[in-house]
């Protein structure tokens, strides 16, 4: 038995050496051009496979896939940030991108054989060892809209499709980009600038440009302007007319609770109520706390519940609105929402 043990103890000490010797002396050829050796790129590709089938769970509740907002945001966030690498639908690849190894494999080819939730878990975490990145924060509901329009890719999206669900309005860029979204208020999870001041949305900018307010998609959208024209984006957005969206049908008892929940005494001496922080009919409200009359109803649960779950971030004064949003369960959600939604965009400024 000793002796067995200590053969074994030589053979690692061995393996170790001969390890030490590939990684320090150079001499594993890391060369792209070379390839993996025959066998490791079925391995790793198989490995992914299998792996992505073990931990992508089917989740209890998935939003429609087949919603056009959700497809037209997806794209529109692919444009930025996959296409470099995967090409749109019916272009082909940069050869650069085609001689990576492992290659990215052309859209319409990537998304074949995975189920919806796969392709989530895929965007979400990314495949280690090789170039696939994974969703740039810390956050995977605002994932679904790409996932909405991979399925669109998946039953046939063609090249004429895409480029009208992401072409641009004829404006200057960077303004022409950032209308692209933000547009006419038809994406439901994309909030509309224009009730906002000046000071809030450069604050938001900066926050999701640095990180400390999370959401994938503005992570990509502030990174692809110079900083230096944040300022003038949030000035501009700021300067525009409310749009005149009819305010959105909400269920009279739901709005009723609402109202009561934002103009209700709290309890809590730390925590005033939602209108003193943020209207209706405030004149005096602080030029960084947004404006919520009219927002569409689906971007108002999205924030809620993540400020409730604590994974919003925002800036300097997100402090206040945790706290403010640490005791709401669903029902008050759903209320404050309805509330807030129902109300025309106007009376909040
Ligand atoms: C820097 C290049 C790069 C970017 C950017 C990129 N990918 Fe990938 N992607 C890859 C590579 C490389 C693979 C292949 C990995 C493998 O086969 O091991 C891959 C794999 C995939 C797959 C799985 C394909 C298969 O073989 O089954 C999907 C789906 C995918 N990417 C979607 C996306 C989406 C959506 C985005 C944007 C949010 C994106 N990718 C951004 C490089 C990239
Ligand atoms: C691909 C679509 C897309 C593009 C392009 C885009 N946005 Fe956004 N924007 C979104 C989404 C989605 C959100 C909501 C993100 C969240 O959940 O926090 C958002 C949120 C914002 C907010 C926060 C508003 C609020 O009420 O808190 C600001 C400010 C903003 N965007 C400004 C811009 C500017 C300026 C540009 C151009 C540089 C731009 N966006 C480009 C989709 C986009
Ligand atoms: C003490 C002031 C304060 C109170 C009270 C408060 N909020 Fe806020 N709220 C803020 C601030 C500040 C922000 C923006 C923080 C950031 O993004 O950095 C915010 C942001 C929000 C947003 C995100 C809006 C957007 O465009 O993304 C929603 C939704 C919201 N609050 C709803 C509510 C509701 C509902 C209540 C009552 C339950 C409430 N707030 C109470 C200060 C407050």
């Given at each position: 038995m000793k002796r067995v043990l200590q053969t074994l103890a030589a053979l690692a000490v061995l393996a170790g050496l001969a390890g030490g010797a590939v990684v320090g002396l150079g001499l594993y050829n890391v060369s792209a051009r070379v390839g993996h050796l025959q066998g490791v790129s079925?391995?790793?590709?198989?490995?992914?496979?299998?792996?992505?089938?073990?931990?992508?769970?089917?989740p209890a509740e998935m939003p429609d896939l087949s919603d056009p907002a959700l497809i037209e945001l997806g794209a529109r966030h692919y444009d930025t940030a996959c296409r470099s690498c995967h090409a749109a639908p019916g272009e082909?690849?940069?050869?650069?991108?085609?001689?990576?190894?492992?290659?990215?494999?052309?859209?319409?080819?990537?998304?074949?054989?995975w189920k919806p939730y796969q392709l989530h878990w895929i965007v979400a975490n990314g495949i280690k060892m090789s170039g696939m990145p994974p969703w740039p924060a810390q956050r995977e509901d605002d994932v679904w809209p790409v996932?909405?329009?991979?399925?669109s890719v998946q039953q046939g999206m063609e090249g004429a499709d895409?480029?009208?669900?992401?072409?641009?309005?004829d404006e200057e860029?960077?303004?022409?980009?950032?209308?692209g979204c933000h547009g006419d208020g038809g994406l439901a999870q994309v909030p509309p600038l224009n009730g906002q001041g000046a000071a809030y949305l450069e604050m938001a900018l900066q926050a999701y440009r640095g990180g400390t307010r999370a959401s994938g998609i503005m992570a990509q959208a502030a990174r692809e302007v110079p900083p230096e024209t944040?300022?003038?984006?949030?000035?501009?957005?700021?300067?525009?007319?409310?749009?005149?969206?009819?305010p959105q049908d909400m269920p009279a008892d739901l709005v009723e609770r609402g109202r009561a929940l934002v103009h209700a005494d709290t309890g809590d001496p730390d925590v005033p109520a939602c209108r003193a922080c943020h209207g209706p009919d405030r004149s005096e409200r602080s030029a960084f706390f947004p404006n919520l009359a009219g927002l569409p109803a689906p971007y108002l649960r999205t924030q809620l519940g993540l400020w409730?779950?604590?994974?919003?971030?925002?800036g300097p004064q997100a402090g206040l609105m945790r706290k403010a949003a640490r005791h709401l369960d669903d029902s008050d959600i759903a209320a404050l929402v309805a509330y807030y939604a129902s109300l025309p965009a106007e009376t909040g400024q």
């Open positions: 079925w391995v790793l590709h198989t490995t992914f496979r299998n792996s992505v089938r073990l931990r992508a769970a089917r082909a690849q940069s050869a650069t991108m085609a001689a990576m190894v492992p290659a990215p494999p052309p859209i319409g080819q990537a998304v074949q054989g996932v909405a329009f991979l399925s895409y480029g009208t669900l992401t072409r641009l309005p860029a960077p303004l022409a980009y950032c209308l944040m300022g003038d984006l949030a000035r501009w957005f700021a300067a525009q007319p409310v749009a005149p969206i009819p409730r779950d604590g994974r919003r971030g925002g």
